[in-house]
């Protein structure tokens, strides 16, 4: 099992950047998927990066492609979300997951339900 926990929120200009990192702590970090979501209020939880097991595959969604990376270090049981030319839109309380439910054929991780292990969330607020 794995426990994970995001950092790294605040209040931002639009155009600043940020950077959240989640650690997480238990054994084998290197056999989940990771990924990033995030919920702005009375809106659902979106899917906005992942990444597989081994870090060569990602994922974004596409109104953050082109804006953010998400990384990750096994050796350091972390996984960071660098966030660049942040938006007002981008304004949510944004989670770190991990999921076993990835395959060799589907190495990232794109569904809400198929995470099941969260953070309790980082506020990012990215003001104009």
Not at 70 to 75: E, K, V, W
Not at 89 to 94: K, R
Request: charged fraction near 15%; proline fraction near 2%; aromatic fraction near 12%.
């Amino acid at each position: 099992q794995v426990q994970v926990a995001e950092s790294g929120g605040g209040l931002v200009q639009v155009g600043d950047s940020l950077r959240l990192s989640c650690a997480a702590s238990g054994r084998m970090f290197s056999a989940y998927a990771m990924g990033w979501f995030r919920q702005a209020p009375g809106k659902e939880r979106e899917f906005i990066a992942g990444i597989s097991w081994n870090g060569i595959y990602t994922q974004y969604a596409d109104s953050v492609k082109g804006r953010f990376t998400i990384s990750r270090d096994n050796a350091k049981n972390t996984v960071n979300l660098q966030m660049n030319s942040l938006k007002t839109e981008d304004t949510a309380v944004y989670y770190c997951a991990a999921s076993t439910l990835w395959t060799i054929h589907i190495p990232v991780v794109v569904t809400t339900r198929e995470y099941g292990y969260w953070g309790q969330g980082t506020q990012v607020t990215v003001s104009s």
